[in-house]
């Protein structure tokens, strides 16, 4: 689902606090943190999840080691920080989406979606690939599991509001939709994401989708 919300893999089980010590209250706190932030994606992306130790993401970010583990107790916990901050921005867009679509046809209703879910994991595309590895190498948070829930509770309420759908099918659909997204956006990260094959995702995606949800919910061609 969403942002790879799929957990179609097998994670470890992390028994470690993911707790961040502090949170950042001011301006110098908060470009510190965003500072290891950009350092852990760029060390993700040069060496991967099982080689990224605490000691080069503060060489990266400029600060010492000790100042990182003023934030955070361990690289999990940093992890977990940074895919909490991703998945809040991916659903928020969602969830604009969706509101302005209540009610609108189901052509509309893809469209909006799509954009927002393609613009905003585009708009993140190095995060998004960073963190893929981290989603599949440890498990889920309660934190990952409520933004899911949060998203799919946006698009089924948003399916809801179209004239004579059939409503026991929405949750499905939905499951559907959610995938198709999350692969086919992936996919096209994967490639480098030059405009115009977002443009030709977005096109084939807005094809797919607006047959799909208007045949499964309404039966309409």
Same mark, same amino acid.
């Given at each position: ?21 502090? @949170?950042?209250?001011? %301006? ?7 500072? $290891? &932030? ?41 992890? &977990? ?5 991703? !998945? ?7 969830? *604009? ?16 979606? $799509? ?22 190498? &440890? ?37 559907? *939709? ?5 692969? /086919?956006? @992936? ?21 797919? !989708? %607006?047959?799909?949800?208007?045949? /499964? ?5």
């Amino acid at each position: 689902m969403i942002l790879q919300f799929l957990n179609s893999h097998m994670p470890k089980t992390i028994t470690k606090s993911l707790k961040p010590r502090k @949170k950042p209250v001011q %301006e110098r706190s908060g470009q510190t943190v965003d500072a $290891i &932030f950009e350092a852990t994606i760029q060390v993700l992306l040069k060496d991967g999840v099982k080689n990224l130790t605490t000691t080069r993401v503060a060489e990266r970010a400029g600060v010492s080691v000790g100042t990182f583990y003023q934030y955070y107790p361990n690289k999990e916990a940093l992890f &977990f920080a940074i895919l909490e901050r991703h !998945l809040e921005f991916i659903g928020t867009s969602v969830q *604009i989406a969706c509101a302005k679509s209540h009610g609108r046809p189901v052509d509309e209703m893809m469209s909006n979606l $799509i954009e927002s879910y393609v613009d905003s994991k585009i708009k993140k595309r190095d995060i998004s690939l960073a963190i893929w590895e981290v989603v599949t190498e &440890f498990s889920c948070t309660p934190k990952y599991a409520h933004v899911v829930k949060r998203v799919e509770a946006d698009i089924t309420t948003m399916l809801n509001t179209l004239p004579g759908a059939r409503v026991e099918k929405i949750p499905f659909v939905t499951a559907m *939709i959610l995938s198709t997204l999350g692969g /086919a956006t @992936k996919m096209i990260m994967e490639k480098g994401a030059p405009p115009h094959m977002v443009k030709d995702l977005k096109t084939s995606l807005q094809i797919m !989708l %607006e047959a799909y949800v208007g045949k /499964a919910l309404n039966g309409s061609e």
